[in-house]
């Protein structure tokens, strides 16, 4: 079985600081891993997914994570926070893209202060 | 390249009465997996389809959601009779089924579902 923990339901920044919002993973297998984002009244954007070939991770709008197997975690990270970036954010996991769906971690709420 | 699409986008229903959500994935997409979030919930996995058949249905709530995908094209997910309890974001995601370069689950913009 696999799972997936966000610490931090609602995280707030200023606009400009530095964005960090967390995920651990459990999972028995290797794990894909994937962050989505979703905006007020709509649906799943994929960020950017972790699928076993550089650990650090580069996805849309600056946003990156990093793919840390000792700490069964998958962060992520933003330097400078935008207005814009305020959303939903869900990590998620599993053990085969192709086969397998995936496990969602609860969310995090971002909120950017001016 | 069309996305992942959902029909309705919103709905308001009576408790008791019956709803079908439609969704269409990316042509080419044998996976078609169904998820949902109630009101400040996870999001939690109902179901996956590999082409017309049902692969995993684990997560499916109670018999009065049934999922089909006639032909392995769109599937619908009918609620018959709504409870207020069904009320929540419906996500449709497809995937291609080949697993050699870690595929890309993509979602549709869900169907949010309100039983009053």
């Known amino acids: 079985a696999q799972s997936v923990t966000q610490l931090g339901s609602h995280v707030s920044v200023s606009e400009g600081a530095l964005v960090l919002l967390r995920c651990n993973y459990s999972?028995?297998?290797?794990?894909?891993l994937f962050w989505y984002v979703q905006y007020p009244n709509q649906g799943l954007q994929l960020l950017l997914k972790?699928?076993?070939?550089?650990?650090l991770v580069k996805g849309i709008n600056g946003f990156e994570a990093e793919f840390k197997k000792s700490e069964t975690s998958f962060h992520l990270t933003k330097p400078s926070a935008h207005m814009s970036d305020a959303a939903e954010y869900f990590c998620?996991?599993?053990?085969?893209?192709?086969?397998?769906?995936?496990?969602f971690g609860s969310g995090t709420r971002l909120q950017v202060q001016p | 390249e069309a996305g992942v699409t959902q029909f309705p986008s919103h709905s308001v229903i009576e408790k008791g009465q019956t709803v079908t959500l439609r969704c269409d994935p990316i042509?080419?997409?044998?996976?078609l997996y169904w998820y949902r979030r109630v009101m400040g919930k996870e999001i939690k996995f109902l179901l996956h389809?590999?082409?017309?058949?049902?692969?995993?249905e684990s997560g499916m709530p109670n018999n009065r959601f049934l999922a089909e995908r006639t032909g392995g094209t769109y599937s619908t997910l009918k609620v018959q009779p709504a409870e207020l309890e069904d009320s929540g974001v419906y996500f449709c995601?497809?995937?291609?089924?080949?697993?050699?370069?870690?595929?890309?689950?993509?979602f549709g913009e869900g169907s949010w579902l309100t039983v009053v």
């Open positions: 995601a497809s995937s291609q089924l080949d697993t050699s370069s870690g595929n890309t689950i993509y």
């Open positions: 999972s028995s297998v290797p794990p894909y």
């Open positions: 972790y699928t076993s070939a550089a650990t």
């Open positions: 998620a996991v599993t053990s085969d893209t192709g086969r397998r769906a995936l496990t």
């Open positions: 042509s080419g997409h044998d996976n």
């Open positions: 389809f590999v082409k017309e058949s049902k692969q995993d």
